[in-house]
């Protein structure tokens, strides 16, 4: 995009949508964001709370930048969406199903609104301005509240028959295993999200009893930290979480061959020795393949490539086609 359209002052509102905050900001074309906002998501409340706050981000940007020319609005949903009807079809662990979300955003505020998949959003940042410059086949998970992933082949999303793409926190790794929010059992979500690390850190941490913590102050980042400093119910959980994750990267990696595979959400940032784990596991399993080389690094991007990936859906999306 560098210079393509360095004449127009145009801009465009990305809307990153989380489990816990919603994050927007007013990018122009190069990806800068000029302007970036947050509010508390309140899923817990219901749709049309939802989606009143992420309106809010929308009008704060357009009442504070009354001289730009915002020619539309990116926004990120964690599940599954139907751009072409504007529709979030199946978002688990919001509990929507079938919202017709498009046609009720455009109402409010009068601009372009184009959907995307929050790991896909995530993934397109990424490969615009992050890790996954110059890649061609680059796969993106995304480890937080639930687990995200989106496959990028030749600048383009891999978005399936159904437009569900890849769905990696999806795929069953053990069907006796903990019932997921989508209803399957034993999926990676259940294994490598927040709560899934959790739940089996509290399982060992009851098992062996550790005087430097207890069950009730564990959180993620005590979990992280404890697998740094290697004690022993954190290392057990490390072991179990590390060999869902490198399983399931190893069997896409397999599926679809790609050349690079970025690693992001806040589990990913905050959890290095977990990452470098995994990345251990995924090398010596590939190993069997002879020069099967694959490169997997940490995203960069960190909060901001869902807006950046939303973003960029609205520049290639109808209003600038083709940008690079």
């Given at each position: 995009?560098e ?5 127009t ?16 900001g ?9 302007y ?24 704060d ?31 688990p ?9 498009t046609?009720?955003?455009q109402e ?11 790991a ?15 890649s ?28 569900m ?18 209803g ?17 850190a509290?399982?060992?941490l009851?098992e ?25 119910f ?13 399983t ?48 997997i690094?940490?995203?960069i ?20 086609h083709?940008?690079?």
């Amino acid at each position: 995009m560098e210079g393509r359209y360095e004449d127009t002052m145009k801009f465009v509102i990305g809307i990153d949508l989380g489990g816990t905050y919603i994050k927007g900001g007013l990018v122009d074309h190069s990806g800068k964001i000029l302007y970036f906002n947050q509010v508390p998501t309140e899923s817990a409340m219901g749709f049309k709370k939802v989606m009143d706050n992420m309106l809010k981000i929308s009008l704060d940007i357009l009442d504070r930048h009354p001289s730009h020319e915002i020619i539309g609005v990116g926004i990120g949903i964690p599940g599954w969406v139907k751009q072409e009807l504007g529709l979030v079809m199946w978002a688990p662990n919001l509990k929507w199903f079938a919202q017709p979300f498009t046609r009720i955003y455009q109402e409010k505020i009068s601009l372009p609104v184009f959907l995307e998949n929050d790991a896909n959003a995530a993934a397109l940042g990424e490969y615009w301005l992050g890790r996954g410059s110059g890649s061609k086949i680059m796969l993106m998970i995304t480890l937080g509240t639930g687990v995200g992933s989106g496959l990028i082949i030749d600048g383009r999303i891999f978005r399936g028959s159904s437009g569900m793409g890849v769905e990696l926190g999806h795929m069953t790794l053990n069907p006796d295993g903990p019932l997921c929010g989508c209803g399957g059992k034993g999926c990676l979500e259940s294994y490598a999200s927040a709560g899934g690390m959790l739940r089996i850190a509290h399982k060992y941490l009851q098992e062996q009893p550790e005087t430097e913590i207890s069950s009730k102050d564990l959180d993620m980042e005590n979990l992280l930290l404890s697998m740094e400093n290697k004690r022993s119910f954190a290392f057990k959980t490390l072991e179990e979480v590390s060999g869902y994750l490198s399983t399931a990267l190893v069997n896409t990696i397999l599926a679809y061959d790609p050349d690079r595979i970025v690693l992001g959400g806040g589990i990913a940032e905050g959890g290095e020795y977990l990452i470098e784990t995994v990345k251990e596991k995924i090398h010596l399993s590939l190993r069997r393949f002879p020069d099967r080389e694959i490169v997997i690094d940490r995203a960069i991007l960190g909060n901001k490539a869902g807006i950046l990936g939303a973003a960029y859906q609205v520049w290639r999306g109808g209003v600038y086609h083709d940008v690079e």
